[in-house]
């Protein structure tokens, strides 16, 4: 089909993408006096909307803690600069989050209520609607929020000699097929797309979550990091033969004293890790993926008959499961690890800032330095929060610029079918990889070919054809066992390769890798 076209808008900000960090920012910007246009493909549909646990939020007094645990956490990748900063935010974010109208759960007497989860060793995640969190936060930036773009997909960020300088985007219909074609043209654009999970064959994100900010990124110049570090949540819904986005099973849950158990009832994690069953994720994970390896299960188990009043403490999952058969309160659930967050993304500094002017990334497909190689749970509504405020006061200092710059509407790109990469994905770059795997996996990545972008679908798989390049090209290249990537070929942690694979496009289009030294830029001015 032809797309028709010729609309153009003018905007300070174009944010792409309608989760935490996107409204967030979207919401700061306009308070701040920004004309701010959101585009999204489905703004009911983010993977903020299905956050369950909460949101990290340290008191002055736990700042230190909670930035220590997330080191921890992320297994020698963080930048304990970006970890102090963001986490030091906790407050302030929490603030902004009640002043906007969203609820949070408080305690008999009236305090906020807080509870546990892995990696954490105290309870300082607050949640809402008790493991409805991420719908909370959704509701309330929705209310406040500019309205959205909707159906809307963006083709390209127009760059010129001064930067970002706009996006072209398509509109679709109902089928998904393209539509008319526009340009907004706007000196400050902000990636928010989320996360990638739709590149595996199941996982706990939206349909949505197909890596289109870090295609575009690249694409304009920018970089990426530490995209090797896939988290796959240790307890998903496990039902035979499931497929796409499987319902998370909380790790707030353990933190209320649930138990993972075989299915003869042995402990799964026991005493490989000092905080046992609240072990960092990807310690979990791992001791899941062995003892299904060993037994030759499909799944383990989450016993939560001991959670007290588990159907009202937790809704959703209670929900989720019953609609599957199971009741927590008298049965155990059937759990097996699927994926859930990129620890990686786009390059950024602690306001949100790429190597390209006036491109900004924020949330998930961004890359700050505070998750490394294993991001903690729930320090990543905080992450949207603190960056998607910090990126509107950034965009500010570029309204008035000139923004020359030739729109490009690419009519074609490099891709697989959907299918076909989730299969590459799944056998090769899953929980546990070996180079004969990563290898498997980059040379069906190495097979797509051009395919004409005519609908919404056809979009989001070059984006993941994109994904499943880079992150099997990055995982092939670090040959040790670290945080989220884990290579039966090579267990060990290697101090030596402490250090992030930095990926971006050369002249021709082609990935390049080069090592970098992430952690070391500096802090911009006025951030603490
Ligand atoms: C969970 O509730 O287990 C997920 C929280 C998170 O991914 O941070």
């Known amino acids: 089909m032809t797309l028709t076209g010729g609309w153009d808008a003018a905007a300070d900000l174009v944010v792409v993408g309608a989760g935490v960090a996107g409204l967030t920012a979207a919401t700061?910007?306009?308070?701040?006096?920004?004309?701010?246009?959101?585009?999204?493909?489905?703004?009911?549909?983010?993977?903020?909307?299905?956050?369950?646990?909460?949101?990290?939020?340290?008191?002055?007094?736990?700042?230190?803690?909670?930035?220590?645990?997330?080191?921890?956490?992320?297994?020698?990748?963080?930048?304990?600069?970006?970890?102090?900063?963001?986490v030091g935010d906790g407050t302030a974010a929490f603030?902004?989050?009640?002043?906007?109208?969203?609820?949070?759960?408080?305690?008999?007497?009236?305090?906020?209520?807080?509870?546990?989860?892995?990696?954490?060793?105290?309870?300082?995640?607050?949640?809402?609607?008790?493991?409805?969190?991420?719908?909370?936060?959704?509701?309330?930036?929705?209310?406040?929020?500019?309205?959205?773009?909707?159906?809307?997909?963006?083709?390209?960020?127009?760059?010129?000699?001064?930067?970002?300088?706009?996006?072209?985007?398509?509109?679709?219909?109902?089928?998904?097929?393209?539509?008319?074609?526009?340009?907004?043209?706007?000196?400050?654009?902000?990636?928010?797309?989320?996360?990638?999970?739709?590149?595996?064959?199941?996982?706990?994100?939206?349909?949505?979550?197909?890596?289109?900010?870090?295609a575009l990124a690249l694409a304009a110049g920018a970089e990426i990091a530490d995209v090797e570090f896939v988290q796959f949540h240790p307890t998903v819904f496990f039902a035979p033969g499931g497929h796409g986005r499987l319902p998370l099973i909380s790790e707030a849950l353990r933190g209320e004293g649930a138990r993972l158990v075989d299915l003869d009832g042995r402990p799964v994690v026991g005493d490989a890790h000092p905080l046992g069953d609240l072990a960092p994720r990807d310690v979990v994970s791992r001791a899941v993926a062995a003892r299904l390896a060993e037994s030759g299960a499909s799944h383990v188990l989450l016993d939560a008959r001991g959670v007290?009043?588990?159907?009202?403490?937790?809704?959703?999952?209670?929900?989720?499961?019953?609609?599957?058969?199971?009741?927590?309160?008298?049965?155990?659930?059937?759990?097996?690890?699927?994926?859930?967050?990129?620890?990686?993304?786009?390059?950024?500094?602690?306001?949100?800032?790429?190597?390209?002017?006036?491109?900004?990334?924020a949330g998930e497909v961004a890359r700050t330095g505070l998750h490394g190689a294993n991001r903690l749970a729930s320090n990543s509504l905080l992450e949207g929060v603190v960056l998607g405020r910090r990126v509107a006061a950034a965009a500010r200092d570029r309204v008035g610029t000139d923004t020359p710059g030739d729109p490009v509407v690419p009519r074609a790109a490099r891709r697989l079918d959907r299918a076909v990469l989730q299969a590459a994905a799944s056998a090769g770059i899953g929980v546990v990889r070996d180079a004969d795997g990563v290898g498997a996996a980059r040379q069906v990545a190495a097979r797509a070919v051009d395919g004409p972008l005519t609908t919404v679908h056809d979009v989001e798989d070059a984006a993941l054809t994109t994904l499943l390049d880079a992150t099997a090209t990055a995982a092939a290249l670090r040959t040790e066992t670290r945080g989220a990537h884990t290579r039966r070929d090579h267990p060990i942690t290697d101090p030596a390769q402490s250090r992030s694979l930095v990926l971006s496009r050369d002249g021709d289009g082609a990935l390049t890798v080069r090592r970098g030294d992430l952690a070391r830029r500096l802090v911009p001015a006025g951030v603490s």
Do not use: W
Request: aromatic share 2%; charged share 15%; hydrophobic share 45%.
């Open 308 to 361: 007290p009043d588990v159907a009202h403490r937790f809704p959703t999952v209670t929900r989720s499961c019953r609609e599957r058969g199971v009741d927590p309160a008298t049965t155990p659930i059937p759990v097996a690890p699927a994926a859930h967050y990129a620890c990686g993304g786009i390059v950024t500094d602690l306001v949100g800032r790429t190597c390209v002017p006036g491109l900004f990334a």
């Open 28 to 86: 700061e910007a306009v308070r701040l006096g920004l004309r701010v246009l959101v585009v999204a493909k489905d703004v009911g549909d983010t993977s903020t909307r299905y956050a369950q646990g909460g949101m990290a939020t340290a008191t002055v007094d736990d700042v230190a803690a909670h930035a220590e645990d997330t080191i921890a956490a992320g297994a020698g990748l963080c930048d304990p600069a970006a970890v102090r900063s963001v």
């Open 95 to 214: 603030a902004a989050l009640t002043a906007l109208g969203a609820r949070f759960d408080t305690t008999a007497d009236g305090r906020v209520a807080r509870t546990r989860e892995g990696g954490h060793r105290t309870a300082r995640i607050v949640h809402a609607g008790g493991d409805a969190t991420g719908a909370e936060i959704q509701r309330a930036l929705t209310a406040a929020g500019p309205t959205a773009l909707i159906d809307s997909v963006v083709l390209s960020v127009i760059t010129g000699p001064h930067g970002a300088a706009g996006v072209v985007v398509a509109t679709a219909a109902p089928s998904g097929a393209l539509e008319s074609v526009g340009v907004i043209h706007a000196p400050a654009v902000l990636l928010a797309t989320g996360g990638s999970g739709m590149l595996f064959a199941t996982g706990t994100n939206p349909t949505g979550a197909t890596g289109d900010g870090i």
